[in-house]
C-alpha cells in the first residue's frame, strides 16, 4: 500500500505498522473517527483555510441536478470561510 505513495510514506507507513500494534492504532483511529469535525474546525481555524467554492466552474462539472446542498461550494451566499480566517 505505502510504495506508490513515495518517500516519506512508504518509509513511515510500515515502520508505523510494526511500532504500533492494532489495538493502539485502532483505539487512535476511533478517536480520530469520533472528533473529526472538531479536530477539522480546529484546523481550519488555526490555518485560515476555508471552505472551496466552485460557483465559478459549475457550468463545467457534470451530473449536477437542481437542488444542490449548499454544503458542496455553491452557494455564494454562504460565507463560512470568513469565520475561519486567522486573527
Known sequence: MFPHMGFPYNILGPLAIVLFPPFIRNFAYRLFAKHRGKIWTWIKRRTGMGDTKLKHCK???LGLKEPIDAG???DTNNED???HKKT
Open 72 to 74: 458542496w461550494g455553491f
Open 59 to 61: 457550468d463545467r462539472i
Open 81 to 83: 470561510s470568513s469565520k
